[in-house]
């Protein structure tokens, strides 16, 4: 095992950057750091093979996992957040000829402990909160081996120093998440769902594979490390190929962060249990886009700037057009469904308008509080056993901790206050100051939208009167205590980057980030652009209002409730843009002669020889027991039983027990051996 | 030795009147349609080959001959016959069907020895002593050289017999069984 | 005398003994048909022993083996025949064709 130590002193502060790289190696922390990627992989296998015996059917080793995890994770957060860490840790595990290397291993650096944290963090709860969500229901061992799986997989492609290494842990969480999402496969609707996210994600992982290609190839190397700096130092292999990589990098990121439109999958995707959708859908899984633009960075921003402008026009439509699209789904899933891509909308945007800080706040302060949300969701579901607000109302009577945690991480989503509305706002001040005035406010009225949305949802599930059957009651401790924990972070974790501020020895976010080896040249406003804040709190506020207006007054059934409607839009919405129809009409156009041509090819050419073999083994079977067993060798047996049978009934007539014919016969015979003495002797 | 220098012999003369007679008995106790008159032919047939015997000077095989067999084997037959309930008069069913095969077997059993003494023999001539062996002679082999064979025969006869005895005794009713027992 | 006179008598009694042994029905006369045969063997060892004269007379003391034996033999047979004609109410030899197949 070869272990590399990355050269720390490659890098110093660039002019024109308002920090200075301050860096330790991490020490023992960093160099274990490994056990975080490993760590739930054995959870996974140990969970198979022992998990069906356990008192919580494997989800104790699950939570055990994270929780070891979490104690590296909280570490090296400390570490860098106090000093700064910048450490890679790598093992060759193959060479095509003397040039490029595939290696595995774990980068240490700001993003990454950041993600590592997250993960963990998130994680963790996540699992906690499982354990009673998922208590008694059927193949929980698999539920948390798969959790777990997904989890490591996570954790190995945030961790990963290369381009490889990142395209394993993406083909795993995919993996995963198919598994995950096609959980109750007893209903075919939930199969579809898993297949459908499985083949969007394997289509825009074309563009990441050729892309991952066609850069390492280029380079001659796979290391982010290699790539980011050759792309700050203008290497010339690197930027020929800059546009077309980082074009299909982009579709890549595309298909998991689920930007439009490769979104399809991810509404459908509900269909998985509740803990899958917070963990996976909320807070990591879709992140990996997001978190792929941001480890190369340097490659958009230093040599591919061309593509932004399509960057921030699909993210600007996923934001927009996808948020709208929650304020016609009944199913209170859905609604956070579309609320999380139209999130990632809002990263990739910032991300792709050089906002490398500001995108990578939101998608922090988004995991708790979307994590949250669909906990809480879930929480309600647990309650009154169905998906769909129309059967719900009135809930914050029977489940008041749900209830004032669902606000929580409500007011942090619409932008209003909590945390939410830090990284929004950071969002809305790199916009407007790189020069994007009208994406900003497309982003205004996609706040608008958020809060609208939210406020429908919230009205609708915790206010009037209980329109569904049975007696709702509150969750476990197992599931609520989660919601409590993570409400805080919702809460107060804007807090880590109000920028100006720092938190004493913790510094703040930004500097948490900029521990990394190449400069980004993204930028760090100095203080609060308290014009834009109000914009956009003020956008918020509206969007709560009109929702208050139209959905809080209580009315006999939750459809009378629900039935504002604008008229052409609301129908437009329902259909999702008809393009989840296009995508199976494209799909149904190419799939008949596909499978048409594969069955020909497979039935003609394939099977030819193991046609052939069978068939001639079957007649040489034939031949064998037809000609040489039935009428060979049975043959001669049956024939010297036939004969010794026509002997034998020839010979038996001789016994006439006649006497007088039997001394004829003696006689006969003297007669004959008396002549043969005289005659021959 | 030609024929006529052997018909020139008186004896040749009287072995061709015993001979003959020999031939014609056998002959008709083969081919008699009556059963009595085949056992009196047969008489008549051991008569003629004792007739035989004195000539080629056997006195004592000769008379044992008479003795045993017309005395006693020829009336044991005749017993036989009447036990058996033969018909008595002429019967055509006394000869099987096929009697081709058979006459000709014997035919050629009758030629095979007749050739095979020819050929060995030849005019080989019988020795004429013209005494008769005498019975003493006779008497000193029986018991001499011939004494174990003698009575081995002895044995035989015995057992001959108790086995005859055996074998025709009638099986005793039920009835008569019970009254021997209580005897 | 030849010797042959009386070898081929013999042998002539010898065949139509064999020809009533396999002709003839009853069976009394199938056993008086042996007698002939064992007759003309009589003959044979008479002849035999006149030729050859041996000093104990070997042919003649062999003749009366013959005949006590035939004797015997007749007792016997007759006495089987007496039993399979109780047994089987009929003396004819064709009925007695049990042992076949």
């Not at chain 1, 074309?206 to 892309?211: I, N, Q, T």
């Not at chain 1, 008229?567 to 843009?577: D, E, G």
């Not at chain 1, 049978?645 to 038996?652: I, K, L, M, T």
Request: proline share 3%.
């Amino acid at each position: 095992m070869v272990s590399g130590l990355y050269n720390l002193a490659l890098v110093t502060a660039q002019e024109g950057e308002h920090f200075e790289l301050h860096a330790g190696d991490g020490g023992f922390w960093a160099d274990t750091a490994g056990i975080m990627l490993v760590l739930p992989v054995l959870a996974f296998l140990l969970i198979l093979v022992v998990g069906k015996r356990m008192k919580h059917k494997g989800g104790e080793i699950a939570v055990a996992a994270l929780a070891i995890n979490l104690v590296w994770a909280s570490v090296l957060f400390y570490l860098n957040a106090t000093g700064g860490v910048l450490d890679q840790t790598t093992f060759e595990i193959g060479r095509i000829g003397s040039g490029l290397v595939f290696e595995l291993g774990w980068v240490v650096d700001g993003l990454s402990i950041l993600m590592f944290w997250l993960v963990n963090f998130v994680g963790l709860l996540v699992f906690i909160y499982a354990l009673g969500y998922m208590k008694g229901d059927k193949r929980v061992d698999w539920f948390f081996a798969a959790f777990s799986l997904f989890a490591g997989a996570m954790l190995i492609l945030v961790g990963a120093p290369n381009l490889i290494q990142l395209i394993i842990g993406w083909e795993g969480v995919g993996l995963a998440s198919y598994f995950l999402i096609g959980f109750y496969w007893e209903d075919l609707a939930n199969v579809k769902a898993g297949n459908k996210a499985f083949m969007v994600n394997k289509l825009a992982d074309v563009g990441l594979v050729l892309g991952a290609i066609l850069v390492g190839v280029a380079l001659g190397s796979w290391d982010f490390g290699d790539i980011n700096l050759a792309a700050f130092e203008g290497n010339a292999e690197l930027a020929a190929v800059a546009g077309v990589g980082g074009l299909l990098l982009f579709i890549g990121a595309m298909g998991k962060s689920a930007q439009f439109p490769f979104h399809i999958w991810l509404p459908d995707a509900m269909a998985g249990p509740t803990p899958v959708s917070a963990l996976m859908h909320a807070a990591t899984m879709v992140t990996a886009g997001i978190y792929l633009m941001a480890r190369l960075f340097p490659l958009y921003e230093y040599m591919a700037s061309d593509l932004r402008t399509t960057m921030i026009v699909i993210g600007t439509i996923t934001l927009l057009g996808v948020g709208l699209l929650a304020i016609v789904a009944d199913d209170i899933k859905k609604v956070l469904a579309y609320s999380t891509v139209s999130q990632l909308g809002y990263m990739m945007t910032a991300m792709a308008a050089g906002g490398y800080t500001a995108g990578l706040f939101h998608l922090f302060t988004h995991a708790a509080f979307k994590a949250l949300l669909f906990l809480c969701a879930g929480s309600v579901i647990h309650a009154v056993h169905s998906n769909n607000m129309s059967e719900m109302g009135g809930l914050r009577k029977y489940t008041p901790v749900t209830f004032w945690t669902w606000i929580v991480g409500a007011l942090a989503l619409s932008g209003i206050g909590l945390s939410g509305f830090w990284s929004k706002d950071e969002i809305l001040g790199t916009l407007s100051h790189e020069g994007y005035e009208a994406v900003m406010w497309i982003s205004v009225a996609g706040a608008f939208v958020t809060a609208f949305y939210m406020a429908r949802a919230t009205f609708l599930t915790f206010f009037g009167t209980y329109k569904g059957h049975g007696e709702p009651h509150e969750s476990p401790r197992i599931m609520t205590v989660p919601l409590i924990i993570l409400a805080v972070p919702s809460a107060l974790v804007g807090i880590v980057n109000i920028p100006g501020l720092s938190l004493g020895r913790l510094r703040n976010y930004t500097e948490w980030l900029s521990v990394r080896l190449v400069p980004m040249g993204d930028h760090h406003p100095e203080a609060i652009d308290w014009g834009l804040a109000m914009i956009g709190l003020a956008a918020a506020l509206l969007g709560v209002l009109v929702g208050y207006a139209i959905y809080f007054k209580d009315a006999e059934t939750q459809l009378e409730r629900d039935s504002f409607e604008i008229p052409l839009l609301f129908p437009l919405l329902r259909k999702k843009y008809y393009i989840d129809d296009l995508a199976l009409g494209i799909v149904a156009l190419f799939t008949g002669p596909i499978a048409r041509f594969v069955n020909w090819t497979n039935t003609y050419v394939i099977d030819i020889i193991p046609n052939a073999i069978g068939g001639s083994v079957k007649a040489l079977g034939g031949f064998v027991y037809g000609v040489l067993d039935q009428k060979g060798v049975d043959g001669v047996f049956n024939g010297l039983s036939a004969a010794t049978d026509g002997a034998g009934s020839v010979v038996r007539k001789w016994q006439t027990g006649r006497v007088q014919q039997y001394a004829a016969a003696v006689v006969a015979g003297a007669l004959i051996l008396v002549a043969l003495f005289v005659f021959v002797i | 030795m030609t024929f006529p220098d052997w018909i020139s012999e008186p004896v040749n003369w009287v072995f061709l009147v015993i001979g003959l007679t020999v031939l014609v008995s056998g002959f008709r106790v083969v081919t008699s349609k009556n059963v009595v008159h085949s056992a009196l032919f047969l008489v008549a047939t051991l008569a003629g080959t004792a007739g035989l015997f004195l000539m080629l000077s056997a006195e004592f095989v000769a008379w044992v001959l008479v003795l045993v067999y017309i005395g006693a084997v020829v009336v044991l037959f005749l017993f036989g016959i009447m036990i058996t309930r033969a018909p008595m008069g002429f019967d055509d069913s006394l000869d099987g069907d096929h009697k081709v095969a058979p006459a000709i077997l014997s035919v050629s059993v009758f030629v095979m020895m007749a050739w095979a003494s020819i050929d060995a023999f030849g005019t080989s001539l019988v020795a004429s002593t013209g005494t008769a062996t005498s019975t003493e002679l006779i008497g000193e082999s029986l018991l001499g050289r011939f004494v174990i064979p003698f009575e081995v025969v002895s044995f035989v006869l015995l057992a001959a017999l108790i086995g005859g005895i055996t074998i025709a005794r009638r099986d005793l009713t039920p009835a008569e069984e019970e009254e021997r027992a209580a005897v | 005398m030849l010797l042959n006179q009386f070898l081929v008598l013999a042998a002539a009694l010898f065949a139509m003994g064999v020809y009533g042994l396999l002709v003839r029905r009853n069976m009394v006369l199938i056993l008086l048909s042996v007698e002939l045969m064992l007759n003309a063997v009589n003959i044979n060892l008479i002849a035999f022993e006149s030729y050859l004269v041996t000093p104990e007379a070997v042919g003649q003391i062999f003749a009366i083996f013959v005949i006590t034996v035939a004797a015997a033999e007749v007792g016997i047979g007759l006495a089987i025949v007496l039993m399979i004609f109780r047994n089987r109410k009929s003396a004819n030899v064709d009925d007695l064709s049990l042992m076949r197949w």
